[in-house]
Protein backbone atom coordinates (compact mmCIF):
# COMPACT_ATOMS: atom_id res chain seq x y z
CA UNK A 1 0.00 0.00 0.00
CA UNK A 2 1.50 3.61 -0.91
CA UNK A 3 1.96 5.71 1.98
CA UNK A 4 0.75 9.34 2.04
CA UNK A 5 4.10 10.52 1.74
CA UNK A 6 4.70 9.40 -1.67
CA UNK A 7 1.47 9.73 -2.89
CA UNK A 8 1.89 13.46 -2.03
CA UNK A 9 4.72 13.45 -4.09
CA UNK A 10 3.93 11.45 -7.11
CA UNK A 11 1.75 13.97 -8.97
CA UNK A 12 -1.36 12.31 -11.22
CA UNK A 13 0.61 9.48 -12.63
CA UNK A 14 -0.24 6.66 -9.97
CA UNK A 15 -1.14 2.93 -11.10
CA UNK A 16 -4.24 2.00 -9.16
CA UNK A 17 -4.09 -1.56 -8.61
CA UNK A 18 -7.98 -2.10 -7.84
CA UNK A 19 -9.04 -0.26 -10.75
CA UNK A 20 -10.86 2.30 -7.76
CA UNK A 21 -9.90 5.57 -6.77
CA UNK A 22 -11.51 5.88 -3.67
CA UNK A 23 -12.38 2.73 -1.57
CA UNK A 24 -14.97 3.04 1.64
CA UNK A 25 -15.58 -0.25 3.30
CA UNK A 26 -17.20 -1.13 6.54
CA UNK A 27 -17.09 2.62 8.09
CA UNK A 28 -19.01 3.73 11.38
CA UNK A 29 -18.96 7.13 12.86
CA UNK A 30 -21.02 8.13 15.76
CA UNK A 31 -21.29 11.90 17.38
CA UNK A 32 -20.13 12.17 20.62
CA UNK A 33 -23.95 13.28 21.68
CA UNK A 34 -24.79 9.82 20.20
CA UNK A 35 -26.82 11.60 17.52
CA UNK A 36 -26.18 11.51 13.59
CA UNK A 37 -24.86 8.28 13.37
CA UNK A 38 -22.98 6.88 9.48
CA UNK A 39 -22.63 3.81 8.59
CA UNK A 40 -20.90 2.50 5.29
CA UNK A 41 -20.46 -1.15 4.23
CA UNK A 42 -19.26 -0.35 0.88
CA UNK A 43 -18.51 2.53 -1.81
CA UNK A 44 -16.48 1.88 -4.48
CA UNK A 45 -15.97 4.86 -7.16
CA UNK A 46 -13.69 4.40 -10.27
CA UNK A 47 -11.41 7.48 -11.53
CA UNK A 48 -12.84 10.07 -13.79
CA UNK A 49 -16.61 8.50 -12.28
CA UNK A 50 -19.11 11.23 -10.90
CA UNK A 51 -21.21 9.96 -8.39
CA UNK A 52 -24.47 12.14 -7.01
CA UNK A 53 -25.24 11.47 -3.61
CA UNK A 54 -28.59 11.71 -2.43
CA UNK A 55 -30.67 10.47 0.84
CA UNK A 56 -33.13 12.54 3.41
CA UNK A 57 -31.86 15.06 5.56
CA UNK A 58 -30.13 14.08 8.43
CA UNK A 59 -29.72 10.88 6.69
CA UNK A 60 -25.25 11.43 6.78
CA UNK A 61 -24.45 12.89 3.55
CA UNK A 62 -22.51 16.12 4.72
CA UNK A 63 -20.83 13.50 7.66
CA UNK A 64 -19.58 11.02 5.21
CA UNK A 65 -17.83 13.76 2.71
CA UNK A 66 -16.37 15.51 6.12
CA UNK A 67 -15.00 11.39 6.87
CA UNK A 68 -13.90 11.12 3.27
CA UNK A 69 -12.17 14.49 3.69
CA UNK A 70 -10.26 13.69 5.98
CA UNK A 71 -12.20 16.22 8.70
CA UNK A 72 -13.90 13.68 10.86
CA UNK A 73 -12.13 10.70 11.74
CA UNK A 74 -14.03 7.53 11.65
CA UNK A 75 -15.23 4.95 14.72
CA UNK A 76 -14.20 1.78 12.62
CA UNK A 77 -14.01 0.62 8.80
CA UNK A 78 -11.36 1.93 5.90
CA UNK A 79 -10.98 4.57 3.54
CA UNK A 80 -8.51 4.38 0.76
CA UNK A 81 -7.50 7.12 -1.78
CA UNK A 82 -5.32 6.02 -4.79
CA UNK A 83 -4.26 3.29 -2.48
CA UNK A 84 -3.45 4.82 0.74
CA UNK A 85 -5.18 4.33 3.87
CA UNK A 86 -6.78 7.38 4.58
CA UNK A 87 -7.64 6.24 8.81
CA UNK A 88 -5.37 6.64 10.68
CA UNK A 89 -3.26 9.51 9.39
CA UNK A 90 -2.46 12.62 11.38
CA UNK A 91 -4.40 15.38 11.46
CA UNK A 92 -1.60 17.25 9.82
CA UNK A 93 -1.34 14.83 7.06
CA UNK A 94 -5.03 14.62 6.61
CA UNK A 95 -4.91 18.27 6.33
CA UNK A 96 -1.78 18.20 3.58
CA UNK A 97 -3.90 15.82 1.54
CA UNK A 98 -6.96 17.38 1.77
CA UNK A 99 -5.37 21.15 0.55
CA UNK A 100 -3.04 19.33 -2.47
CA UNK A 101 -5.14 16.49 -3.20
CA UNK A 102 -8.95 17.27 -2.45
CA UNK A 103 -10.99 20.33 -3.65
CA UNK A 104 -13.94 20.29 -1.53
CA UNK A 105 -17.01 22.59 -1.68
CA UNK A 106 -18.95 22.83 1.68
CA UNK A 107 -22.22 24.77 2.70
CA UNK A 108 -20.80 27.35 4.56
CA UNK A 109 -18.51 27.85 1.70
CA UNK A 110 -15.01 28.21 4.09
CA UNK A 111 -14.08 31.49 2.29
CA UNK A 112 -12.17 34.44 4.02
CA UNK A 113 -14.55 36.89 4.18
CA UNK A 114 -10.78 39.16 4.56
CA UNK A 115 -8.93 38.36 1.36
CA UNK A 116 -10.05 39.13 -2.01
CA UNK A 117 -11.45 36.18 -4.73
CA UNK A 118 -8.04 35.75 -6.13
CA UNK A 119 -6.61 35.73 -2.83
CA UNK A 120 -9.48 32.91 -1.89
CA UNK A 121 -8.14 31.24 -4.65
CA UNK A 122 -5.07 30.85 -4.10
CA UNK A 123 -4.38 30.51 -0.64
CA UNK A 124 -4.78 26.72 -0.36
CA UNK A 125 -2.34 26.34 -2.84
CA UNK A 126 0.08 28.61 -0.81
CA UNK A 127 -0.77 26.22 1.93
CA UNK A 128 0.00 23.08 0.28
CA UNK A 129 2.30 22.46 -2.79
CA UNK A 130 2.38 26.74 -3.45
CA UNK A 131 0.58 28.38 -6.29
CA UNK A 132 2.16 28.29 -9.69
CA UNK A 133 1.87 30.54 -12.42
CA UNK A 134 -0.80 27.88 -14.45
CA UNK A 135 -2.71 27.88 -11.09
CA UNK A 136 -3.33 31.94 -11.51
CA UNK A 137 -4.12 31.23 -14.93
CA UNK A 138 -6.70 28.16 -14.35
CA UNK A 139 -8.05 30.51 -11.60
CA UNK A 140 -8.71 33.29 -13.73
CA UNK A 141 -10.30 30.94 -16.47
CA UNK A 142 -12.67 29.49 -13.78
CA UNK A 143 -13.65 32.36 -12.30
CA UNK A 144 -14.60 33.37 -15.78
CA UNK A 145 -16.69 30.21 -16.68
CA UNK A 146 -18.61 30.62 -13.45
CA UNK A 147 -19.28 34.19 -13.99
CA UNK A 148 -17.26 36.27 -10.87
CA UNK A 149 -13.98 36.91 -12.80
CA UNK A 150 -15.26 40.55 -12.49
CA UNK A 151 -14.63 39.77 -8.76
CA UNK A 152 -11.19 39.04 -8.58
CA UNK A 153 -10.34 41.95 -6.42
CA UNK A 154 -13.37 41.98 -4.46
CA UNK A 155 -13.52 40.83 -1.18
CA UNK A 156 -15.08 37.93 -0.26
CA UNK A 157 -17.64 39.66 2.51
CA UNK A 158 -18.95 42.07 -0.44
CA UNK A 159 -20.12 39.06 -2.85
CA UNK A 160 -23.70 37.54 -2.34
CA UNK A 161 -24.68 33.87 -1.51
CA UNK A 162 -24.51 32.77 -5.22
CA UNK A 163 -21.10 34.83 -6.01
CA UNK A 164 -19.09 32.89 -3.09
CA UNK A 165 -20.84 28.98 -3.81
CA UNK A 166 -19.08 30.11 -7.32
CA UNK A 167 -16.07 31.11 -5.96
CA UNK A 168 -15.82 28.21 -3.39
CA UNK A 169 -16.63 25.95 -6.67
CA UNK A 170 -13.59 27.66 -8.80
CA UNK A 171 -11.53 27.10 -5.53
CA UNK A 172 -12.01 23.65 -5.07
CA UNK A 173 -11.02 22.90 -8.80
CA UNK A 174 -7.98 25.14 -9.38
CA UNK A 175 -5.48 22.64 -8.05
CA UNK A 176 -6.59 19.69 -10.41
CA UNK A 177 -7.64 17.49 -7.33
CA UNK A 178 -8.06 13.84 -7.83
CA UNK A 179 -10.99 13.88 -5.64
CA UNK A 180 -14.10 16.45 -5.71
CA UNK A 181 -16.30 16.44 -2.42
CA UNK A 182 -19.11 19.25 -2.91
CA UNK A 183 -21.65 19.34 -0.71
CA UNK A 184 -25.36 21.09 -2.20
CA UNK A 185 -22.94 23.17 -4.57
CA UNK A 186 -25.73 24.33 -6.45
CA UNK A 187 -28.42 25.21 -3.74
CA UNK A 188 -28.20 29.37 -4.02
CA UNK A 189 -27.61 29.26 -7.99
CA UNK A 190 -30.55 30.32 -10.50
CA UNK A 191 -31.36 27.47 -12.81
CA UNK A 192 -28.87 28.80 -15.74
CA UNK A 193 -26.17 29.76 -13.27
CA UNK A 194 -26.34 25.93 -11.87
CA UNK A 195 -26.07 24.29 -15.06
CA UNK A 196 -22.97 26.26 -15.79
CA UNK A 197 -21.63 25.19 -12.33
CA UNK A 198 -22.85 21.94 -12.46
CA UNK A 199 -21.06 21.27 -16.43
CA UNK A 200 -17.77 22.80 -14.99
CA UNK A 201 -17.39 20.27 -12.25
CA UNK A 202 -18.26 17.28 -14.33
CA UNK A 203 -16.02 18.07 -16.82
CA UNK A 204 -13.22 18.82 -14.80
CA UNK A 205 -14.31 15.42 -13.32
CA UNK A 206 -13.79 13.42 -16.41
CA UNK A 207 -10.77 15.84 -17.89
CA UNK A 208 -8.47 15.69 -15.02
CA UNK A 209 -9.63 11.57 -14.00
CA UNK A 210 -10.98 12.69 -10.53
CA UNK A 211 -13.80 11.59 -8.45
CA UNK A 212 -16.71 13.69 -8.15
CA UNK A 213 -19.20 12.79 -5.19
CA UNK A 214 -22.03 15.75 -5.05
CA UNK A 215 -24.59 16.08 -2.40
CA UNK A 216 -27.83 17.14 -3.90
CA UNK A 217 -31.10 17.27 -3.56
CA UNK A 218 -31.84 18.45 -7.29
CA UNK A 219 -33.52 16.13 -9.34
CA UNK A 220 -32.68 18.42 -12.47
CA UNK A 221 -28.93 17.01 -11.91
CA UNK A 222 -29.17 13.13 -11.06
CA UNK A 223 -29.21 12.32 -14.71
CA UNK A 224 -25.95 14.05 -15.53
CA UNK A 225 -24.09 11.88 -13.25
CA UNK A 226 -22.81 8.32 -13.69
CA UNK A 227 -24.03 6.69 -10.73
CA UNK A 228 -26.52 7.99 -8.50
CA UNK A 229 -26.51 6.29 -4.56
CA UNK A 230 -28.88 6.82 -2.35
CA UNK A 231 -26.97 6.87 1.29
CA UNK A 232 -29.61 4.39 3.23
CA UNK A 233 -28.93 1.54 0.60
CA UNK A 234 -25.20 1.79 2.06
CA UNK A 235 -26.10 1.16 5.51
Known amino acids: MMSADK ?8 FITSGMLL ?4 LTFCYPSGEGKVGVRSLHVAAGESLALIGPSGAGKTT ?17 LEGVALRGLSPSARRELRLRRMGVVFQDFAL ?5 VGENLLLPLSLG ?3 QASHATKAR ?8 G ?5 RSAELSQGERQRVAIA ?13 EPTASLDSRRKDIAARLMLEECKAQGAVLIMVTHDPELLPRFDRVVNLEDLV
Not at 23 to 26: A, T
Not at 112 to 116: G, K, R
Open 7 to 14: LLACGRDI
Open 23 to 26: EVQD
Open 64 to 80: LLKLIAGILEPKSGTMT
Open 112 to 116: LDYLT
Open 129 to 131: EGA
Open 141 to 148: TLVDRLEV
Open 150 to 154: GYWGK
Open 171 to 183: RALVHDPILILAD
